[in-house]
């Protein structure tokens, strides 16, 4: 990434009404948690299909339980990092700045960012998949997977559930989006819609894999925005974008907030 590219992203940004920013878990990476494609990402010892989705949960509660609970545990440990504090900054500077974040540990909004778009849910919620009911986090401390010595290889074969709603007695799942599984209708029309009107869309941290995120992108270079990534390697959709930052979101998105703000 040179000294000119950053120029040329701030000055666009400067200028610009409404940003947005989607965002993948390589924003999170530099927060301690792994990706999940990355050689040591979360997948690297699970392939999504084992897990992350309704089957695999119906099959092995229990290990999709544990699964969630150790990730709840590292998020827990973890905090927002400069890249996410940069994307505040943004918000004093520019008169609107939308976060879709394909994250679902919640360190956009910790870190103060106002309007965040949670496309594939937040480890937060978690719910009863007969009755409805939000469970309690102190529901979910009998099987929280981190009692297992932490690591995600902590997550045993056992397939019995660790918690059952304390209602009905039903299965208690994250309140994410799965494989298979629709986003939230109107969470994704907002994002839609945010990519259709920006002026600005930074790609960040993100392996361009998923749809209909991946696609967010891909609208706004389709109306018109001018598109950036921001990743330590190009992504699948880095050559549908207008410029490719090659670097970490912690060095990146400061460097450019800087240039942004002696802009301003
Ligand atoms: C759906 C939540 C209707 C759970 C996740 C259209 C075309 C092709 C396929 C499909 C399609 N429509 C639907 C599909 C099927 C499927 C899909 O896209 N499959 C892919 C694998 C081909 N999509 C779905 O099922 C979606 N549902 O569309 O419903 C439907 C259903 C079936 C069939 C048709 C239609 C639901 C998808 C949501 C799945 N849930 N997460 C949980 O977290 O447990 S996905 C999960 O992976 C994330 O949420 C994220 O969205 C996704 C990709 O991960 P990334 O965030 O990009 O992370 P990754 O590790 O991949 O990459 C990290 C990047 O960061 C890397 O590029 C790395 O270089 C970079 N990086 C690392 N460190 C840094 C860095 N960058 C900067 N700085 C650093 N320091």
Redo the contacts with the bound molecule.
Sequence with gaps: MSDSQLEHVAARLAGARHVAVLT????S??SGIA????PD?LWARFR?EEL?NMDAFLASPGRVQDWYAYRRGVVRDAGPNPAHLALVALEDLVPRVTVIT???DGLHAQAGSTRVLEL??SLARNYCVDCGREAREEELAAGDGTDAGGGVDAVDDDTGPRFTCIACGGLIRPD????????PRDVLEAAVDTASNCDVLLS??????????AGIPLEAARAGAFTVE????R?AIADALDLVLVG???EILPAVLERVRTRS
């Design positions: 993948g878990a390589g924003i990476a530099e990706t999940f494609r990355d990402g999504p992350a394909q994250n679902v594939h849910g994410v989006v799965w494989f298979g599984e629709m986003l960040v941290g993100t392996s361009g894999v998923v749809y209909p995120a921001v990743n330590v390697e992504s970490r979101a912690g």
